[in-house]
């Protein structure tokens, strides 16, 4: 695939709902890839390594919806998602 200039990564889950979470996506251009194995923290991590193979990598609000609905978790000094 062709490098290009941002990918968009989202997370699936009910806005409102703490331990509603689904997956984390991730747009390269048209392409849509989806990571789900269950954990948010694992799953967000492979799309953003994923992602930072063709540029630079945005995060979409619906990450800080779920960071700020489910107090379970946060991020960290590097804007990534941990467990609290």
Known sequence: MKKLDI??????????VPGSYKSVY????KE???FS?????IDFKK??????????V??????DNFVMDDPA?????????VKV
Request: charged share 25%; glycine share 10%.
């Open 58 to 63: 945005v995060y979409s609000s619906s990450v």
């Open 37 to 41: 194995t269950g954990d948010p923290v």
């Open 32 to 34: 849509k890839k989806e």
């Open 7 to 16: 990918t968009v990564i989202g997370i699936n889950s009910e806005e409102f």
């Open 73 to 81: 978790y946060d991020y960290d000094e590097n804007n990534l998602i």
């Open 26 to 29: 991730l747009y390269v251009g």
């Open 47 to 56: 799309a953003l390594d994923y992602g930072l193979k063709f540029g630079k």
